[in-house]
C-alpha cells in the first residue's frame, strides 16, 4: 500500500551533488528531516572524483575532508616537449567511500536507496512504488539535462584500478600523459598511484564524439601498462564515462529541460566546468550555498539555484571559447599543443583555471603570444564567422 513520506527538504539523486548537499544541510541544520533518494541499489554510482586542493575555498574544506580515500602534495604532467611536475595538493575520493560517509552521516531513514521516481515538482517526489514523499522543498540531482540544447564536445574515458604483480614505482599522480599516440581527438593517460602495486589508469579523450569504444581503450591500457613494465594481476574496478564540453548553447533552456520549476543542482543545472567537464568544485559550492539558503520552500530553492548557475554560465564565457579554440581551431591530432601551452604558464594560474576562478590577468596570459592553432582558425572558432 502507497504511503506519503513528509519532510523539510527531498533531494533526488544521491550522486556527488546530492550527497553533498545532504551532507551540508544536515551539518548547518541537524533539526531539518532530509530524504535523499536514490534510484539504484548504492549512493555516488562507480565513480573516483579527484580535485585539487585549491578547486574547494578554505571555508568549504571540511565538507570534503571526510571524504578523501588518497591524497598527494605534486603531480606530474608529460608531453612530447614538455614534462613538469607540480606542487599542488591533489585529492581522490571513492564512491564507495562516499556511500560509507554520506549514510553513516545522516539520520536513520534519510537515505532512500533503490527507489525509482515518476515525477518530481517543486514540493513533491512521486516515486515508481506508488509512495508520494512530500517536502518543503525539492532539489533535482539526477544528472544532466537534454544536451541537445548545448553545443558540446567530450571528455571521454575509460579507467581500470589495476593490482599489479609487482611495483609500479610510480610516486604521484600523472595528471596527464599525453606522449601517448594521438587519435579520436587530444588522447593522454591519467595514473593515480594508490598503493606500491596498485595504480588506476586512465585512457581519456577530448572528443568529437560521445561513444565509448570501451575495448579499444581497454586495450590501451593494456598496452600502456606492458610499455610501462607492468604485469597486471587483476582489474579490481572499472569506470566509464562521456564528460560535455560546452562550447555554447541556450542555458535557459537547458534549466527548463530539467523542469521548469524545480530547483536543480550538479549536472542538471549546469554546474561543471565548461573545458574539463568536471563538476566536483561547483558541488561543493553550491552545497555551501544550499545549506546557507534563507529559505527551504520550493520556489525560493528554485531562484536561489537558477540565478546561481545563471550568473556562473555567463561568467564562464572564456572558457567555452577555449573550448571552441581546442575543438574549432586546432586538427584532432594537434589538440595537445594547447595543453602542452597551457602547462607550461604559471602553477598559481593553472589552479585558478581548474577552480574555474582565473582572473583578468589569468586570462590575458592565457591568450597571450603565438596560439599552438592557425590564426584563421582560431578567429573563425571564436567568432563562428567562416
Same mark, same amino acid.
Given at each position: 500500500?502507497?504511503?506519503?513520506?513528509?519532510?523539510?527538504?527531498?533531494?533526488?539523486?544521491?550522486?556527488?551533488?546530492?550527497?553533498?548537499?545532504?551532507?551540508?544541510?544536515?551539518?548547518?541544520?541537524?533539526?531539518?528531516?532530509?530524504?535523499?533518494?536514490?534510484?539504484?541499489?548504492?549512493?555516488?554510482?562507480?565513480?573516483?572524483?579527484?580535485?585539487?586542493?585549491?578547486?574547494?575555498?578554505?571555508?568549504?574544506?571540511?565538507?570534503?575532508?571526510?571524504?578523501?580515500?588518497?591524497?598527494?602534495?605534486?603531480?606530474?604532467?608529460?608531453?612530447?616537449?614538455?614534462?613538469?611536475?607540480?606542487?599542488?595538493?591533489?585529492?581522490?575520493?571513492?564512491?564507495?567511500?562516499?556511500?560509507?560517509?554520506?549514510?553513516?552521516?545522516?539520520?536513520?531513514?534519510?537515505?532512500?536507496?533503490?527507489?525509482?521516481?515518476?515525477?518530481?515538482?517543486?514540493?513533491?517526489?512521486?516515486?515508481?512504488?506508488?509512495?508520494?514523499?512530500?517536502?518543503?522543498?525539492?532539489?533535482?540531482?539526477?544528472?544532466?539535462?537534454?544536451?541537445?540544447?548545448?553545443?558540446?564536445?567530450?571528455?571521454?574515458?575509460?579507467?581500470?584500478?589495476?593490482?599489479?604483480?609487482?611495483?609500479?614505482?610510480?610516486?604521484?599522480?600523472?595528471?596527464?600523459?599525453?606522449?601517448?599516440?594521438?587519435?579520436?581527438?587530444?588522447?593522454?593517460?591519467?595514473?593515480?598511484?594508490?598503493?606500491?602495486?596498485?595504480? /588506476?589508469?586512465?585512457? =581519456?579523450? @577530448? *572528443?568529437?564524439?560521445?561513444?565509448?569504444?570501451? $575495448?579499444? +581503450?581497454? !586495450?590501451?591500457?593494456?598496452?600502456?601498462?606492458?610499455?610501462?613494465?607492468?604485469?597486471?594481476?587483476?582489474?579490481?574496478?572499472?569506470?566509464?564515462?562521456?564528460?560535455?564540453?560546452?562550447?555554447?548553447?541556450?542555458?535557459?533552456?537547458?534549466?527548463?529541460?530539467?523542469?521548469?520549476?524545480?530547483?536543480?543542482?550538479?549536472?542538471?543545472?549546469?554546474? /561543471?566546468?565548461?573545458? =574539463?567537464? @568536471? *563538476?566536483?568544485?561547483?558541488?561543493?559550492?553550491? $552545497?555551501? +550555498?544550499? !545549506?546557507?539558503?534563507?529559505?527551504?520552500?520550493?520556489?525560493?530553492?528554485?531562484?536561489?539555484?537558477?540565478?546561481?548557475?545563471?550568473?556562473?554560465?555567463?561568467?564562464?564565457?572564456?572558457?567555452?571559447?577555449?573550448?571552441?579554440?581546442?575543438?574549432?581551431?586546432?586538427?584532432?591530432?594537434?589538440?595537445?599543443?594547447?595543453?602542452?601551452?597551457?602547462?607550461?604558464?604559471?602553477?598559481?594560474?593553472?589552479?585558478?583555471?581548474?577552480?574555474?576562478?582565473?582572473?583578468?590577468?589569468?586570462?590575458?596570459?592565457?591568450?597571450?603570444?603565438?596560439?599552438?592553432?592557425?590564426?584563421?582558425?582560431?578567429?573563425?572558432?571564436?567568432?563562428?564567422?567562416?
Amino acid at each position: 500500500m502507497s504511503a506519503t513520506i513528509s519532510c523539510d527538504l527531498a533531494i533526488v539523486g544521491g550522486g556527488l551533488a546530492g550527497g553533498l548537499i545532504a551532507l551540508a544541510v544536515q551539518r548547518k541544520h541537524p533539526e531539518m528531516r532530509l530524504r535523499l533518494i536514490e534510484g539504484s541499489a548504492h549512493l555516488g554510482g562507480n565513480h573516483l572524483w579527484s580535485f585539487f586542493a585549491s578547486d574547494v575555498a578554505p571555508a568549504d574544506r571540511w565538507l570534503v575532508a571526510p571524504l578523501i580515500c588518497h591524497q598527494w602534495t605534486r603531480y606530474d604532467v608529460a608531453f612530447p616537449g614538455h614534462a613538469r611536475t607540480l606542487n599542488a595538493f591533489y585529492h581522490s575520493i571513492d564512491s564507495r567511500h562516499f556511500e560509507r560517509v554520506v549514510t553513516s552521516a545522516l539520520p536513520e531513514g534519510t537515505v532512500l536507496t533503490g527507489r525509482k521516481l515518476l515525477a518530481a515538482s517543486s514540493t513533491a517526489v512521486v516515486l515508481a512504488d506508488g509512495d508520494r514523499v512530500q517536502a518543503r522543498g525539492v532539489i533535482d540531482c539526477r544528472g544532466a539535462g537534454d544536451l541537445a540544447t548545448l553545443d558540446l564536445g567530450w571528455q571521454k574515458f575509460l579507467g581500470r584500478e589495476l593490482v599489479l604483480a609487482g611495483p609500479h614505482g610510480v610516486e604521484r599522480p600523472i595528471v596527464m600523459d599525453a606522449t601517448v599516440a594521438q587519435s579520436d581527438g587530444y588522447r593522454f593517460v591519467y595514473c593515480l598511484p594508490f598503493a606500491p602495486e596498485r595504480i /588506476f589508469v586512465e585512457d =581519456t579523450y @577530448y *572528443s568529437d564524439a560521445p561513444e565509448i569504444d570501451a $575495448a579499444s +581503450l581497454g !586495450a590501451r591500457i593494456d598496452a600502456y601498462a606492458a610499455a610501462r613494465g607492468w604485469t597486471i594481476a587483476k582489474a579490481a574496478r572499472e569506470e566509464s564515462g562521456a564528460l560535455p564540453v560546452a562550447m555554447g548553447g541556450d542555458f535557459e533552456s537547458y534549466w527548463r529541460s530539467g523542469g521548469h520549476n524545480v530547483a536543480k543542482a550538479g549536472m542538471r543545472a549546469g554546474l /561543471f566546468h565548461p573545458l =574539463t567537464g @568536471y *563538476s566536483l568544485p561547483d558541488a561543493v559550492r553550491t $552545497a555551501a +550555498l544550499v !545549506a546557507g539558503a534563507a529559505s527551504f520552500e520550493g520556489q525560493a530553492l528554485h531562484d536561489l539555484l537558477h540565478a546561481h548557475a545563471r550568473r556562473l554560465w555567463r561568467e564562464r564565457g572564456f572558457y567555452r571559447m577555449l573550448a571552441k579554440l581546442l575543438f574549432k581551431a586546432a586538427e584532432p591530432e594537434e589538440r595537445y599543443r594547447i595543453l602542452e601551452r597551457f602547462y607550461r604558464l604559471d602553477e598559481g594560474l593553472i589552479g585558478r583555471f581548474y577552480a574555474a576562478k582565473s582572473n583578468l590577468g589569468d586570462k590575458i596570459r592565457v591568450m597571450t603570444g603565438k596560439p599552438p592553432v592557425p590564426i584563421g582558425r582560431a578567429v573563425r572558432a571564436i567568432t563562428g564567422v567562416e
